[in-house]
């Protein structure tokens, strides 16, 4: 007798229920058939790959066999011969698509759609993604976004929920999220857990906000982020669940928290780079504890090839065997994070592949996920999947600005000033003179010293804080960006108060973005729309306005190397030593405000 | 302020909520808060473990120091020296509890109560249990009893549902499980999937039953069992989404399941020892692959402590690495069936933990299970935890049966005999003369040809089937036993119909069990009322009974090392050549019926 849900299914194309879409029990059921059917050889597959060497990770060793897919799914390694489609692989390497372990995609500043565009060709098809950057804008709107676009995307992504919006109460950001407002998305499939657990003093203070939060996700994981932590308060923070870091700086701290349990994530991204310090301690043993992220990787380096595919070229040009690099980009994060035959090439596993010539520089040459070749040396190749329109409000809600906003008028005593240190996110502190001129303290590009300005752009509350910087180097203009972690508000930092509107002023009527401006003029602008985050364009025009953009910036004399990074980092006040918030300098060390002028 | 769970978890010693228990998340944020605090050594701890020798298994190293325990978890560990109770372990090592990656719990003829109290002092403080048997008995009420019975234990017990019962079509089992039936069960959180898929033919040939329980388990495990099984058709089997194997007889078998994705748990049971031929492809690197299991152990085996500690010390006796062969046990087990928490000795984990004097002979001195001392030096401590009562309905519900049932008139033709080969479960068919008395056929000891009948127990059906066995060795009596893989109907083989019908008969008052008749008299009797499987007392009982019994039957002349293991695979028709059913003779190559009398 036929089977009831295949009777069912057969009505579909005929009678009252033709217009009801089969059930999803139907079409598992159906598929489940065929690949019985495809992996026993007596149907044709609809892709074989031919003459593999397949880099399997479960029996650590290289396999030279054919692979057949049917139904998105690896099916069946072996002789087989048939597929709608055959590819010659010619004794090239296949090895399972890559998985990201921790990333913010906003860093891209790309779309989830862009941003699987710019890294499906380097090999990535899965990520486990922390959209904090766009919560602390937009909060439940801005995690709900990244969710939906990531539907119908190019490559998966998972999603670990922001746990410290804001990242301090010095700060006014764009949302507060406390565990109910999360809440909402932890049941959901493609959220995996809790995302990086910053606030490391506020776990060992038993702050009732983030213990709530790790409560939440004991049944799934929380993502940890502890530079430095070690001995008792290690051991307190990771006996509340908190399962990896990816802060580590040298071997002896990774291996004390890899000891206690945590899976350690190796981040080389555009920024923070530990991979070179740490890979040494990673053994074919061990190594199913460790994973690559890149955490933050800019435009410019994707525009360069460089994603986990460098993390692991990199690793093996350190001595590390290629098969635990491979793991520690494939399985190694699948079995962590619960994505279920991910990570592996083996039947039943999603056809998620890379293929390589060799496996030494791992140089991508095809990229398939779940079967469809979607690039070909680094050319991204999938037909359009009808981009999500981005459906989110504007995000740069300022109070009234003006230029009367940033004067500060002198009041006859030493200043604050933040003192950069070349390509490092920490600041020191000065204290001096101010240069004043009819009664204001001004910039003094002469002794660089900047003014630096925060302009709370969320709540529209009218919050300006002015302090002063040494470091940038500007000759003359402004530079401006509504990125600048976490609270995203607009900081902008120049020589004349003037251009220092102006950028201002730009920005608010893009929407968001990063620009350079001088003598009244935009030399480069750098839209980002989405959050005042992300571009509404691909990689290679973000790439190409990025450089278009450090190159003004370069031409009002900076000699940093990226200014606008480091600018980003300034208003993020759990970084020592001085920052500045919307709110006011903050001393880092006392984790409080301080006053420009001391007494 | 207060905050709102606190405040309300106070009320719970006065006012009106006084009576209400606190909720669960206060409870959760209480533990929380405490944890914290021992584990920064703020505030004592529970238990203190000093001088241990920690395995620590995601290291692979051994760290001397000490641990401190908490709210039933490991908080932390260092230099704590502080604690309700101290216990100073002098060098000792100190491992994860041992989990159990597949046990029939039935096959120790103890209820899960009792089976706790037996292998806890073994070290093993959890188990992935199948409950096939019961569930072939009492089905949906079998699980049940068995989930329930779990709750308040003294370890802790997870569970796989049976897929396939009945076993065939060619027996009455007490009950059918539909995937709509387990589904049930499937939900639960200490349901980790889909028992061993004894039924590959079925997966193979799509049977929608087998592949719609699959499906059920899709986002949990299933586990495997094919043994044999290569090639496309192994390819086809994995690709459904079965996990593991426990049936590999050779190294190859094994490595090639291995690529394929499946882990592999290498069995030393009562009857099936495969750890002496697989353990050598164990390595460091692919040891994460691996875990151990016992599929069946006989209370004798375990009265002779012999568990998952056997498996390790076994292991390292032929060479394997002793820090391979605990993760085999510990997290292996707990990272692949998804067990949060459990298999590691690391802050935040369940503080089960088991104390040995080397790291070689493994001999048990302490087990610890949730931070409490269970055994010491084999012996069981623990207080009582209030067994749940069973409440199970009988299950020996025979039609009409008495001694008329077992005859076998004569037809003047050759018969089937079903030939025991020593020590195994599969048997051979000879076609033989039969020895007839007063024109019926009857057993005639001095060929060593037997009677043996099955008599349908569940349904009262009043199905009785009768066939000729040799290899018994039986001189006169009769044995019988309600225990008889896998739809446990009652077996019985003897020399006279009267002994054999009294066998059956007492078997029905006794509600199950196993047998020894002789002259018509009761030599010995093992009373399992529970589902005709198991055994209200414990272990030392239940192995004393097994003992007499064994000598009762040896006494009527039989030769086998274990005559009722041998009877209760006689009724399973999956195994070659020739079984028997209570719906008559199997022919298991031909998978069907055959006449008693060859034409």
Known sequence: TTPA??????????GPQAAQPPCRESVYMENLERIIDVGRGLVRGDLLLKNCRIVNVFSSKIEEANVIIANK??????????ADTIIDLEGAYLLPGFIDAHVHVESSMLTPFEFARAVGPLGVTSAIVDPHEIANVLGHDGIKFMLESSKNNHISLYFMLPSCVPATHMETSGATLLAEDIGYFMEKKWVKGLGEVMNYPGVLAK??????KIQLAKMKNSDGHAPGLSGKDLNAYVATGISTDHECLTPEEAMEKLARGMRILIREGSGAKNL?????IVTPQNCNRFMFCTDDRHPEDLANHEHINYSIRRAVEMGLDPMSAVKMATINVAEHYNIPRKGAIAPGYWADLVVVNDF????????????????????????AKGEDPVNLRGSVNV???DRSKLTVADRGKSIRVINLIADQIVTTESIEAPTVVHGNVVSDPARDLLKIAVI???MATGNVSVGFVRGF???????????SHDSHNIIVVGVSDDDMERAVQELILSQGGKIVIDGGETKALLPLPIGGLMSRLGLPEVAAQKRTLEAAARALGTTLTSPFMTLSFLALPVIPHLKITDQGLVDVIKFDFVPLFVE
Chains 1, 2 share one sequence.
Do not use: C
């Not at 702050?207 to 709530?212: A, D």
């Open 73 to 82: 799914k690896i099916v069946g390694i072996g002789d087989y011969e048939e």
């Open 207 to 212: 702050e009732t906000q983030i213990l709530e």
């Open 473 to 483: 180097g500007l000759k003359h203009g402004a530079i401006a960006s509504t990125v």
């Open 360 to 383: 030494k520089h791992f140089d991508i040459k095809k990229v398939f996920r779940s079967g469809e070749l979607i690039a070909e040396n680094y050319t991204f190749l999938a037909r």
């Open 399 to 401: 109070g009234y600005f």
């Open 5 to 14: 849900w295949r009777a069912q299914n057969r009505d579909r194309t005929s």
């Open 456 to 458: 709370e752009r969320h």
């Open 276 to 280: 070179d310090a740490l890979i040494g």
